[in-house]
């Protein structure tokens, strides 16, 4: 039986929007954190010229192929096991790389491991897109994000909403350059930065 996530279903078309721009000139993208695997069929299916490389940690990887079994893309790859905090980083090169709704539920020491991977892997001029709820100024940009920060952290107090300016700085400490922030609905966001080998 495959997994199934409401979220992905609600934000998958608003998501594709900004992929057709963002991506337009890639190739290959990695998928960090594949969870149900309906994301990486949903946009292999309506991006057929990129490549989608699933990942996500092995006990994920059922579910994941259980989506892609059934789509039967040729363009969509089999997971990849990716811990973003361990040494098993991918050696292949990818031109685009994706994440929804990770940020949020991982500690900031794995955020950090994350945009570093995504820094090494990224050609010049590769593209970052991070979907997700974020906040501005240390500030929340609504009342639902205030209740599902507060929820997150009583589950994990490692996890919790990330502040614009605190991952930009990751993002420029691993040679990505801010480029877009495009607003999504229900209090989402998609934030995206370049690879910029100066």
């Not at 998958?12 to 190739?27: H, T, W």
């Not at 009342?143 to 920060?149: K, Q, Y």
């Not at 107090?157 to 400490?173: C, T, V």
Request: charged share 25%.
């Amino acid at each position: 039986m495959k997994p199934f996530s409401d979220a992905c279903e609600e934000n998958k078309l608003p998501i594709l929007e900004v992929l057709k721009i963002e991506f337009a000139n890639c190739r290959n993208i990695l998928e960090i954190g594949s969870g149900t695997g309906q994301h990486a069929v949903f946009f292999a299916s309506h991006l057929p010229y990129l490549t989608w490389q699933t990942s996500d940690l092995e006990t994920l990887h059922p579910g994941i192929n259980a989506w892609r079994e059934e789509a039967d893309l040729a363009n969509l790859n089999q997971p990849i096991s990716l811990d973003v905090t361990g040494p098993n980083w991918p050696e292949s090169v990818y031109d685009g790389v994706f994440s929804a709704n990770t940020a949020h539920i991982m500690s900031w020491l794995a955020v950090e491991k994350m945009f570093e991977g995504t820094g090494k892997i990224l050609p010049n001029g590769g593209c970052l897109c991070l979907y997700g709820p974020f906040n501005y100024n240390g500030r929340y940009t609504s009342d639902s994000n205030a209740r599902f920060d507060q929820w997150l952290k009583n589950r994990d107090p490692l996890s919790g909403l990330r502040d614009f300016d605190k991952l930009d700085a990751l993002a420029s400490r691993n040679g990505m350059e801010f480029s877009r922030d495009y607003e999504m609905p229900v209090n989402n966001r998609t934030l995206v930065w370049r690879k910029n080998d100066r």
